[in-house]
T-cell receptor
């Protein structure tokens, strides 16, 4: 089976812009979670989607949003980008209790 | 709230030797899973090993094994016969099991392991 894929892999944006990241889970997996990884805060949970419904959301401002489509692909959107949003954004698809991660999208905000 | 603590920010080990990475966690729940993930310089997060809290037997995966002490809330990772490819950040993570609910991984800060030739 193909693994979790994320696009794009690298992204450079300017403060105030918005960005959309995409994640395709492993075939058959219906759950997708998003995590933000920064040197200062480490790995932090953003949200989880299961069958197109947001099941859980981490402690992030409303500028961070997401959605999931009927084919389980998920997108994450960040509006009004701030310098502190620079991070590696990881997507994971779940089977049972195990989460499998994609390669991540490296977002740089200038 | 669940917390995961990794007290060793960095460690090093000689190739072919054995190393143990420490992890403690805190939860009031009784039904959960614990994981070790590896993140090499490529940044791809790789699942190394999984332990169910209800199982007393320690999990093993080839050269990787855990020492799970539920009462002490301790979950250490032992890497035997260390190889250069084991050089990576290692994250201890915790997930709550809920039959109809959400899953959310809580990660420790990580331990940077360097395998020295």
């Amino acid at each position: 089976k193909a693994g979790v894929t994320q696009t794009p892999r690298y992204l450079i944006k300017t403060r105030g812009q918005q960005v959309t990241l995409s994640c395709s889970p492993i075939s058959g997996h219906r759950s997708v979670s998003w995590y933000q990884q920064t040197p200062g805060q480490g790995l932090q949970f953003l949200f989880e989607y299961f069958s197109e419904t947001q099941r859980n959301k981490g402690n992030f401002p409303g500028r961070f949003s997401g959605r999931q489509f009927s084919n389980s692909r998920s997108e994450m959107n960040v509006s009004t980008l701030e310098l502190g949003d620079s991070a590696l954004y990881l997507c994971a698809s779940r089977s049972g209790s195990e989460q499998y991660f994609g390669p991540g999208t490296r977002l740089t905000v200038t | 709230a669940q917390t995961v603590t990794q007290s060793q920010p960095e460690m090093s080990v000689q190739e072919a030797e054995t190393v143990t990475l420490s992890c403690t966690y805190d939860t009031s729940e009784s039904n959960y899973y614990l994981f070790w993930y590896k993140q090499p310089p490529s940044r791809q997060m790789i699942l190394v090993i999984r332990q169910e809290a209800y199982k007393q037997q320690n999990a093993t995966e080839n050269r990787f094994s855990v020492n799970f002490q539920k009462a002490a809330k301790s979950f250490s990772l032992k890497i035997s016969d260390s190889q250069l490819g084991d050089t990576a950040m290692y994250f201890c993570a915790f997930i709550l099991y809920s039959g109809a609910g959400s899953y959310q991984l809580t990660f420790g800060k990580g331990t940077k392991l360097s395998v020295i030739p």
